[in-house]
């Protein structure tokens, strides 16, 4: 039976009511899976689903956090429950690390609107503007270009100001009439100083700006799982770059990537995927295929612990 992969978390833990949700729960870890969207739904029509479904998934990651360390799966990732153990299996290495990672850590976003009309009233001595007035007449795109700079300017501030409170910070596109909007990763027990960077930022303008503040919640803007299947000619090609025969060991994959490693122009990218792939097969004793877990954050695709694992 295919279902979609909705997140995994470290251990075996006891778990809240999860209505249609599923569970396994192998290899030190628990993966926790939901009725997948059904085939028929496509291109726009999914799109809407999922924005539909969106505020249900998050109610559904975050009911899960008091379990443990939460690692989401992006929409849409299908798996067979008969495969489930062996994707915990072979991924261990780099779930184990990114577990390590976000543990005791929870995202909040941080979005700054303002006042779009009162700008000019409001930061009329702001070092962006002052040039406007010294002229007797002032045109659209140096009044536009002024304050697009204005904006910039104060959302760096604000970036500045949530950085010195935040373990890791991501800036993620703005909207109309927003200056800043960013995902920021803090400790579970450091919410004050969050609070503090929020009322300095307040402080700017209390008037004009419109703080807005979504969490806690699970680390989804900096490291959202996604399946990467690898057929059996990956695995195979992977075991053949590396110049080892399959099943191998891990001790010999290793060796295998380090000795390329060490040559001149070598493509150490695909050497540690190949690494990976190998070890990951190895260690479920499969030609292939198999499913491995990369994972996203806002954007760049990153797969932390990589180089541990190949």
Known sequence: MRRELLAILPGHPDLPPLGDCGVVQDHGFTAIHVPPTPLWIRGKMLRQRRLEEAPARQKLLEGLMPSGTVLPFAPGNVIEIAQMPDLLNCNRDMLDGLARRLSSVVQYQVSVGWDAPRVLERFRDAPEIVPLFSDAAVSGPALSSAVTRLAQRLGREISARL????????????????????????????????????????????????????????????????????????????????????????????????????????????????????????????????????????????????????
Do not use: Y
Not at 195 to 210: P, Q, V, Y
Not at 239 to 268: I, M, Y
């Open 163 to 310: 950085e010195g409170v935040a373990r890791e910070l991501v800036e993620l596109p703005c909207g109309a009439n927003m200056i800043a909007n960013a995902a920021v990763l803090v400790g579970t027990s450091e919410d004050a100083g969050l609070d503090a960077a929020l009322s300095d930022i307040d402080a700017i303008w209390t008037e004009g700006f419109r703080i807005r503040q979504v969490g806690p919640g699970p680390a989804v803007s900096f490291a959202t799982l996604q399946l990467h299947q690898v057929s059996a000619s990956g695995v195979a090609a992977a075991f053949e770059r590396l110049g080892v025969k399959a099943p191998g060991t891990p001790d010999g994959v290793r060796e295998a990537r380090q000795a390329l490693l060490r040559k001149p122009d070598c493509d150490a990218a695909a050497i540690r995927h190949a690494a990976r792939i190998a070890l990951a097969a190895g260690s479920t004793a499969s030609s292939g295929p198999i499913a491995l877990i990369d994972t996203w954050s806002e954007g760049v695709s990153v797969t932390p612990g990589l180089e541990a694992v190949a």
